[in-house]
């Protein structure tokens, strides 16, 4: 069991690109979860899968935001157009159904 | 909508010490709850939980919690902390199946052990 990992670990863009992470779960774990954390305060929610099926997505997730989860694996996180308010730790998380959450160490992005 | 609440932002503390991080919890439902531990630049680490059963729950590393479901309460405590345990913790609540088993996170508390 190697653990959730997240890729890139360091991500510094310019305002207005894009940029992508990518986070590989637990290989059993169906589902998959996004969090995105700012200084000094507790990660929040942004959206959730079910093997591909995106079941849910936060308010905070905004129309630059989106995440896929192609043959149920690996997920993706997109953000079109950064802005300097995007700057925060994106935390990915797995579980089973029901099951307890382990996180991966996170990409911490920057917007310059 | 459920809602945590970390009482004290930052707990300074000496070796051997004991430790007490409190939090708070608001749902409308039954609740899972976790404690959760960041080091610096690193993702979170799950300390313990809560499903069901016994209200007093024993962790990793000697941290132990306790649900008040009375009080919606589920504090963390340790007898004797060590420098190692020096990092911000968090308080989680699930709703479980209700919320698709989204976690609702304090603001954490950073516990800073003195030597």
Redesign the interface.
């Given at each position: 069991d190697t653990g959730?990992s997240?890729d890139p670990r360091h991500k510094i863009t310019k305002r207005g690109q894009n940029v992508t992470f990518r986070c590989d779960p637990i290989s059993e774990h169906n589902?998959l979860?996004w969090?995105r954390q700012t200084l000094?305060?507790?990660?929040?929610?942004l959206t959730?899968f079910q093997n591909e099926a995106q079941?849910?997505k936060s308010r905070l997730l905004s129309d630059r935001f989106s995440a896929e989860r192609p043959k149920g694996s690996f997920s993706t996180l997109e953000i079109q157009r950064t802005e300097q308010g995007d700057s925060a730790m994106y935390?990915c998380?797995s579980?089973l159904?029901?099951g307890?959450?382990?996180?991966?160490?996170?990409t911490?992005l920057t917007v310059t | 909508a459920q809602s945590v609440t970390q009482l004290d932002s930052q707990v300074p503390v000496f070796e051997e010490a004991p430790v007490e991080l409190r939090c708070n919890y608001s749902s409308s439902v039954s609740v899972y709850l976790f404690w959760y531990v960041q080091y610096p630049n690193q993702g979170l680490q799950l300390l313990l939980k809560y499903l069901s059963g016994s209200t007093l729950v024993k962790g990793i590393n000697g941290f132990e919690a306790e649900f008040n479901k009375s009080q919606t309460s589920f504090h963390l405590r340790k007898p004797s902390v060590h420098i190692s345990d020096t990092a911000e913790y968090f308080c989680a609540v699930s709703e479980g199946e209700t919320s698709g088993s989204r976690l609702t996170f304090g603001e954490g508390t950073q516990l800073t052990v003195n030597p």
């Open positions: 959730v997240q589902r979860y969090y000094g305060q507790g990660p929040e929610f959730y079941l849910e935390l998380a579980s159904v029901g307890v959450q382990y996180f991966g160490p996170g911490r | -």
